[in-house]
C-alpha cells in the first residue's frame, strides 16, 4: 500500500471529518480510504481517529501525527510545484561541457542572448574540452564535435562547425603551397589531441572520401596552444572557420587549399537522458539550434554529409 497515499488519506478525513468526503477529493473509495487509515494506525501502534456512525475526530496522538504529517505534505507538494514549474519554465543551473573553440565571439553572443531571455538559468560552462560523464560530474550538456559519436548515446545534432586548413606563410614559403590533396600527405600537423593523434583526417565532401596523413610533430588538448605554435611555422592544423578568419586577415596563418579543403564535423549537444526533460535544457538546445548565423555553426544542409572522422 502507497505510504504517502495513506499519509494524505489521513490527512483529507481529519480536514473534513468525513472519509466519504476525503475518498471522494482523492479519488477513493471510502472502503479503500478506510483500510488506508487502518494501516497506519497498525503500523503505529496507536489509534489516529475516533470513528462514530456519525462522526470522525481526531485521538490526542492523531492531533500530534497531523500536526506533522501536514508540514510532510506540504514540502511535498511545493517540491512537485517546483519540479512541475521546471519542466516549463526554465530555472536553475546549466551546466554544459564544450570544446575551448567556443569561446569565440559567435557563441558568446548566443549565451547572452539566452540569458537575455531566460534570466531564471544561470550557466556554468566548461570549456577543458575533454570527454566528461555527464551523470557523475553533475552536466547536463557536453558540446561536442564529431563525424561520429559513440553508440548509446543521446543526443542532438545543433548544425555543423566549419574548420579551415591554416599554416603559418613562413612555413608554407619554406616547403611549398601545396596545390592538390596529395601534396599534403606527410606534411608536419598540429594534432588535436582529442580527435586522434595519428596524423589522420579522414572526410566525406559530397560523393567522394578524402584520405590525409599528416606527419604529427606535436599534440595537444589545448587549442590555443596549438595556435600558437601554427603561427611559429612549427606545422599544420585545422581550426574553426571564426577562428581562422582572424588569422588570415591579419596574416598570421594562411588558409591552404580553400576550394579544396571543406571541412565541416558536425556539432552535437549529449544529455543523459531524453525523458522529461528540464525545460532549461530544452530550451538551450532549441535556442542553440536556431542560431546559425553567428559565424561559428552552420545549417546542416549546407554542409558535407556526416561520415569519416576528424
Known amino acids: 500500500m502507497d505510504s504517502l497515499l495513506s499519509l494524505r488519506v489521513f490527512a483529507a478525513v481529519a ?9 471522494e477529493r482523492l479519488e477513493l473509495s471510502a472502503a479503500m480510504a478506510s483500510k488506508h487509515v487502518q494501516k497506519l494506525e497498525q503500523r503505529l501502534a ?4 475516533h470513528r462514530t456512525s456519525r462522526s470522525v475526530s481526531l485521538t490526542e496522538d492523531g492531533v500530534i501525527y497531523l500536526e506533522r504529517v501536514r508540514r510532510l505534505i506540504e514540502g511535498l507538494d511545493d517540491v512537485e510545484a517546483q519540479i512541475g514549474e521546471s519542466r516549463q519554465v526554465p530555472r536553475g543551473t546549466l551546466r554544459i561541457s564544450a570544446p575551448q573553440y567556443l ?3 559567435g ?4 549565451l547572452v542572448e539566452y540569458a537575455q531571455r531566460y534570466p531564471n538559468v544561470k550557466m556554468d560552462i566548461d570549456l577543458e574540452g575533454r570527454v566528461v560523464n555527464l551523470a557523475a560530474e553533475g552536466f547536463d550538456i557536453a558540446l561536442r564535435t564529431s563525424y561520429s559519436l559513440d553508440e548509446g548515446l543521446i543526443a542532438r545534432k545543433l548544425g555543423h562547425v566549419p574548420f579551415h586548413l591554416a599554416a603559418a606563410p613562413c612555413l608554407l614559403e619554406k616547403l611549398g603551397r601545396p596545390a592538390q590533396i596529395s601534396d599534403l600527405n606527410d606534411k608536419p600537423f598540429l594534432c588535436y589531441s582529442p580527435y586522434g593523434t595519428d596524423g589522420r583526417i579522414r572526410y566525406e565532401d559530397g560523393n567522394r572520401i578524402v584520405d590525409l596523413q599528416f606527419k604529427p610533430v606535436f599534440c595537444s588538448d589545448h587549442e590555443q596552444l596549438l595556435l600558437q605554435c601554427a603561427r611559429k611555422a612549427m606545422g599544420f592544423m585545422f ?15 594562411e588558409r591552404v587549399l580553400p576550394s579544396v579543403i571543406n571541412v565541416a564535423p558536425p556539432l552535437y549537444a549529449v544529455y543523459s ?8 535544457i530544452r530550451t538551450f538546445l532549441d535556442f542553440i539550434r536556431h542560431r546559425s548565423n553567428l559565424g561559428w555553426l552552420i545549417n546542416g544542409d549546407e554542409t558535407p554529409s556526416e561520415s569519416g572522422s576528424l
Open 15 to 23: 480536514e473534513l471529518r468525513s472519509f466519504a468526503a476525503a475518498a
Open 46 to 49: 496507536t489509534r489516529l481517529l
Open 103 to 105: 569561446a569565440n565571439p
Open 107 to 110: 557563441f558568446s553572443q548566443c
Open 239 to 253: 581550426l574553426p572557420a571564426i577562428l581562422a578568419e582572424e588569422e588570415f586577415s591579419h596574416g598570421r596563418l
Open 273 to 280: 537522458s531524453s525523458a522529461y526533460l528540464p525545460a532549461k
